[in-house]
C-alpha cells in the first residue's frame, strides 16, 4: 500500500476512502464538487456502476 507520505514526494495528494459508506458524497466533497475527468470501475457491479457515473462531472464525454 502506498504512503501519504510517498505519493506527496512526487507532487500527489493520496487518499483512501472507505466507499461502502456515502462513496459519492465523499468522492463528490473531495473534488471540490467537480467531479473526476476519468473513473475506471473494475467490477461488473451495476450499483459501483452508477457510481462511477455520478462522479463524473456533466461535461465528460
Do not use: C, W
Not at 472507505?18 to 465523499?26: G, L, M
Not at 473513473?39 to 461535461?59: K, N, R, S, W, Y
Request: hydrophobic letters at 45%; aromatic letters at 6%.
Amino acid at each position: 500500500m502506498y504512503q501519504n507520505k510517498d505519493a506527496a514526494a512526487h507532487g500527489v495528494k493520496l487518499v483512501y476512502v472507505n466507499t461502502r459508506e456515502n462513496a459519492v458524497e465523499t468522492l463528490m466533497e473531495i473534488s471540490g464538487g467537480k467531479g473526476y475527468d476519468d473513473v475506471l470501475v473494475f467490477a461488473p457491479v451495476p450499483a459501483v456502476i452508477e457510481q462511477g457515473d455520478a462522479i463524473l462531472p456533466l461535461t465528460a464525454a
